[in-house]
């Protein structure tokens, strides 16, 4: 069998087996988050998310909502260089808004059961 035949048996079975993993993950409520950002986020995300006082009258006195805090912690980005994250028992994450949402910035201290927003920096 020569290479080209090969290749054409290779790339048919891989578009098969793509279509196949295609098909049983379409339904399926299926995240593939690895990177250090996505996990961080993530974890941040799906724990019960309290607001300290300082948040919370920032809050009140500017003109952003906890949906423009959701969607920070959806699609931002963590400085882990102004972080700790090793921090015992709760570590501390400084997190960026991306896009129009550069301008804020969020202080999150996330424990076992509970994330609180510490800070809201408006830049």
């Given at each position: 069998m020569n290479l080209l035949k090969r290749f054409g048996y290779y790339f048919i079975g891989l578009a098969l087996g793509s279509l196949v993993v295609l098909f049983i993950w379409?339904?399926?409520d299926v995240s593939f988050e690895y990177g250090m950002d996505a996990r961080t986020l993530k974890t941040i995300r799906i724990k019960k998310r309290l607001f300290s006082n300082n948040a919370?009258?920032?809050l009140i006195n500017s003109a952003i909502d906890t949906a423009t805090i959701s969607?920070?912690?959806?699609?931002g980005d963590v400085?882990?260089?102004k972080s700790n994250a090793r921090l015992k028992p709760c570590a501390e994450y400084f997190i960026t808004g991306?896009?129009?949402?550069e301008h804020?910035?969020?202080y999150v201290i996330r424990c076992?059961?509970?994330s609180t927003i510490k800070t809201i920096t408006i830049n």
């Open positions: 379409k339904g399926k919370t009258q920032t969607a920070i912690l959806k699609n400085n882990f260089g991306k896009d129009s949402l804020i910035d969020i076992d059961s509970t």
